[in-house]
C-alpha cells in the first residue's frame, strides 16, 4: 500500500502532528519556515497553528517556584516566540492576534494573584507588627455596674477599655482605634447568657489572631501570629493552558456562531452577491437557505481564483481547516441547498450590482478603525456596491480584530504570481512592463455598513468598543 503523500506535505496537519513529537524550539523554526514559505496561509489556519504552538510553549514552560515568577517567565517567552512568529510573516495579523489573546491571559492570572496577595497582606499586617495577642475583653456578669447599660453605651464602654488595655500594653492606638463615624461593634469576646460569639468582618480583619466561631483555628506561628490557610489555587500554567483551550474552541465554533445570525440579515427573494468562495460565507448562506429561497451571485475573482473556478472537482476537497474554498466546491454545495447560484466574471459586477438587494462579503483581516484587508478586487466590489446605494456586510470571527491602526496601508498588501496575469512565454513583452498581481488589498470602512462577528452585528464605528475588552493596551505592539 503506498504511504500517504498528503501526510508528508507541509501544511497544517503535518505541523499540528509534529507538536506531539518535536521540541518546542524546531516546532518554533518550522512554523516559522512554514509562514515564510506560505505554505501555512489564510486566517483560520495560521490562527489554529499559532494556538496550538502557544499551547505547547507554555506547557513545556519550567516551573517557578513563585506564581508571580512564573507568569513574568511565561510572559516573557510568549513575547519571545510571538515577536518571532510576527516578524516571519507581518501581513497575517491573526498570529499576532493570538499571542496578543494569550498574553492577555497570563496577565489576567498575574493580576487576580497579585488581588489576592494584596488581600492576605492586609489581613496580616494590621495589628501584627508588635507580635503581640489581641487583649481579652472582660465577659460581663450580672453583678457589673456596666451590665445595666443599654447597649450603646455598653459598646462604647467595651471599645475605651479595649483602647485602655492596648495603651498599657505599648500599641500604637492610632493604628486600631476606629474614627467615631463608625458604628460601634460588638466585641467578639463579650457573651451574654451563653450565647455563642459574634465575630464581625472588622474584628477579623484587625485582629487574625481571633478565633472564628464557626471555623477551627489557624496554628500559631513561632511568633505568635496566625499562620494562613492555604488558598488551595491551581497551577498558573494550568489556568493558561484552559484558556487557550477555549481560544481553540473559538476558532472552531466562529463559522457556526456567525452563520446563526444569517436569517436577521438575509430575507426571502433577495439577490445575495459575494466574492471569494470562503467557508465563513458559504455556512451563513446555507443556514439562511434553510428557511429561506434567494439567488447568488458570484463573482470570480479573476485572476488568483480563476484556475479554481473552471476546474471540474468533486467538491470533496482538502481544505486544510482552511478560509477559501474552490469555486466549484462553493457552488455544488448551495446549489444542493436549493440556491440559485449564477457565476459572473468581475467586469459585470457594476452592471449587475442595480439588481443586488446586499453585498455580503469575508476578509483575511480587520483593522481597529474598521478598515479590512481583503482579497484583492474586494475594494472594487465594495465601491460600487457604495454607488448603487447597496449595503456591504463583511463576515469575520473576532479572531481576526486586530489593535494595529492602519498608518500606512499599503504595508498590508501582499502580491502573488504575476505569471497568472502575464505568462512568462511572453517573455520580450514581460521585460518590457512592470506586472504586479496583487493577492491582498486594503478596503476602508467608509466602504462597509457592517460586520458581522461571533458576537453579534456591529457597525465599523463600533469596532473599538471589542478591541479594547479583547486586549490589553501594554500588548499592542508585541
Known amino acids: 500500500m503506498a504511504p500517504d503523500s498528503g501526510s508528508r506535505t507541509p501544511g497544517l496537519t503535518s505541523f499540528l502532528r509534529s507538536l506531539s513529537s518535536e521540541p518546542d524550539e524546531t516546532c518554533i523554526e518550522q512554523f516559522i519556515a512554514l509562514l515564510r514559505r506560505r505554505q501555512i496561509r489564510h486566517s483560520r489556519p495560521c490562527a489554529v497553528a499559532t494556538a496550538y504552538l502557544l499551547r505547547r510553549v507554555v506547557a513545556q514552560a519550567k516551573a517557578e517556584p513563585g506564581k508571580l515568577v512564573e507568569a513574568a517567565r511565561l510572559l516573557q517567552r510568549v513575547q519571545e516566540v510571538g515577536r518571532r512568529l510576527v516578524a516571519a510573516q507581518p501581513r497575517e495579523l491573526v498570529v499576532g ?90 466585641p467578639s469576646h463579650t457573651t451574654f447568657a451563653g450565647a455563642p460569639p459574634v465575630t464581625s468582618m472588622f474584628s477579623l480583619l484587625s485582629h487574625p489572631t481571633m478565633s472564628s466561631p464557626r471555623s477551627s483555628p489557624a496554628p500559631a506561628s513561632p511568633s ?154 474586494t475594494k472594487l466590489v465594495a465601491k460600487a456596491a457604495k454607488a448603487h446605494h447597496v449595503p456591504v456586510v463583511v463576515l469575520s470571527g473576532t479572531y481576526k480584530l486586530s489593535p494595529k491602526y492602519p498608518y500606512d496601508p499599503d504595508m498590508y498588501i501582499e502580491y502573488g504570481d504575476v505569471s497568472k496575469v502575464f505568462p512568462y512565454q511572453d517573455g520580450e513583452l514581460v521585460e518590457s512592463v512592470q506586472v504586479e498581481n496583487p493577492i491582498l488589498e486594503f478596503v476602508g470602512p467608509e466602504c462597509v455598513d457592517m460586520y458581522v462577528t461571533n458576537l453579534g452585528g456591529h457597525a465599523p464605528s463600533y469596532l473599538y468598543r471589542i478591541v479594547r475588552d479583547q486586549y490589553r493596551d501594554e500588548d499592542v505592539d508585541i
Open 97 to 186: 492576534n493570538v499571542v496578543r489573546r494569550v498574553l492577555g491571559l497570563i496577565r489576567e492570572e498575574q493580576d487576580n494573584e497579585r488581588g489576592e496577595g494584596d488581600i492576605s497582606g492586609l489581613s496580616s499586617e494590621v495589628g501584627i507588627e508588635s507580635g503581640l495577642q489581641t487583649p481579652q475583653i472582660p465577659s460581663l456578669g450580672k453583678g457589673d455596674p456596666l451590665s445595666s447599660l443599654n447597649g450603646t453605651t455598653r459598646a462604647t464602654a467595651d471599645m475605651q477599655a479595649l483602647h485602655t488595655s492596648q495603651s498599657s500594653a505599648g500599641v500604637d492606638t492610632r493604628r486600631t482605634t476606629q474614627p467615631a463615624s463608625r458604628p460601634s461593634l460588638q
Open 224 to 377: 505568635g501570629t496566625a499562620t494562613p490557610h492555604p488558598t488551595g489555587s491551581n497551577d498558573i500554567r494550568q489556568e493558561v493552558i484552559e484558556g487557550i483551550g477555549e481560544i481553540i474552541d473559538e476558532l472552531e465554533q466562529s463559522d457556526e456562531q456567525i452563520a446563526s445570525y444569517a436569517l436577521e440579515h438575509i430575507h426571502a427573494n433577495e439577490v445575495i452577491l459575494t466574492y471569494s468562495s470562503s467557508t465563513t460565507v458559504q455556512r451563513f448562506l446555507l443556514k439562511a437557505a434553510s428557511k429561506r429561497k434567494f439567488t447568488v451571485i458570484h463573482a470570480e475573482s479573476y485572476p488568483n481564483n480563476q484556475r479554481k473556478v473552471h476546474a471540474l472537482v468533486t467538491g470533496n476537497t482538502n481544505s486544510d481547516h482552511s478560509d477559501a474554498l474552490t469555486t466549484e466546491a462553493f457552488h455544488k454545495t448551495l446549489t444542493s441547498a436549493g440556491i440559485t447560484v449564477i457565476l459572473i466574471p468581475d467586469s459585470a459586477i457594476f452592471a449587475l450590482m442595480s439588481r443586488v438587494n446586499k453585498v455580503i462579503l469575508s476578509t483575511h483581516a480587520i483593522l481597529s478603525n474598521g478598515a479590512l484587508v481583503a482579497t484583492s478586487g
